[in-house]
């Protein structure tokens, strides 16, 4: 498997817990992996920060004041802009239904807490590099001018090509 370091530029993770101990811990170990960091401390402040950064990665608590980790989530991955950065959660809850709360909301993988470093890393890195593949094809599909639409089971918008956009537009 391909390393971070061999991706050819530099990782940013947007970790956002309400814990100060969590938020120390998490962005010390991702640090001493080569990782940018940025923190946020709630939903709000996580979502105003992708619209100015596009992180690699998030690593998002479930449960914050104010709104959960599972809206925030959701707030991110609906629109017509989704973002596609990968959320992985980090919780202390276990309970099945929060974890399938945690993928349904969006979320790509779901680590409970105490946190293995190691793993989380391995996890972070896997997670990383899958989408940036996903992103390559993206913006193949959009330099061969394909005009693509990408629905969930339920029939949801989740991604479209840029030419696609500009076909929609005219209609």
Same mark, same amino acid.
């Given at each position: 498997?391909?390393?971070?370091?061999?991706?050819?530029?530099?990782?940013?993770a947007l970790v956002v817990d309400d814990s100060p101990e969590s938020l120390w811990m998490?962005?010390?170990a991702l640090e001493q992996s080569g990782i940018t960091v940025l923190v946020a401390t709630d939903g709000a402040k996580a979502i105003?920060?992708?619209h100015r950064v596009e992180p690699d990665v998030i690593l998002m608590d479930a449960m914050m004041p104010g709104m959960s980790g599972f809206?925030?989530?959701? /707030? !991110?991955?609906?629109?017509?802009?989704?973002?596609?950065?990968?959320?992985?959660?980090m919780?202390? %809850?276990?309970?099945?239904?929060?974890?399938?709360?945690?993928?349904?909301?969006?979320?790509?993988?779901?680590?409970?807490k105490p946190v293995?470093?190691?793993?989380?890393?391995?996890?972070?890195?896997?997670?990383?590099?899958n989408s940036r593949?996903?992103?390559?094809?993206?913006? /193949? !599909?959009?330099t061969s001018g394909r005009s693509v639409l990408a629905f969930d089971?339920?029939?949801?918008? %989740?991604w479209g090509s840029q030419r696609a956009f500009e076909v929609l537009s005219f209609i």
């Open positions: 498997m391909m390393a971070l370091n061999e991706l050819g530029h530099k990782c940013i998490v962005s010390a105003e920060l992708t809206e925030t989530c959701r /707030a !991110l991955k609906s629109g017509p802009r989704p973002l596609m950065t990968p959320i992985i959660f919780t202390g %809850l276990t309970e099945n239904e929060y974890i399938v709360e945690g993928l349904a909301s969006g979320g790509v993988d779901y680590i409970t293995v470093v190691e793993v989380l890393i391995a996890r972070l890195s896997t997670h990383i590099i593949l996903l992103q390559s094809a993206r913006e /193949a !599909l959009d089971p339920e029939g949801a918008f %989740l």
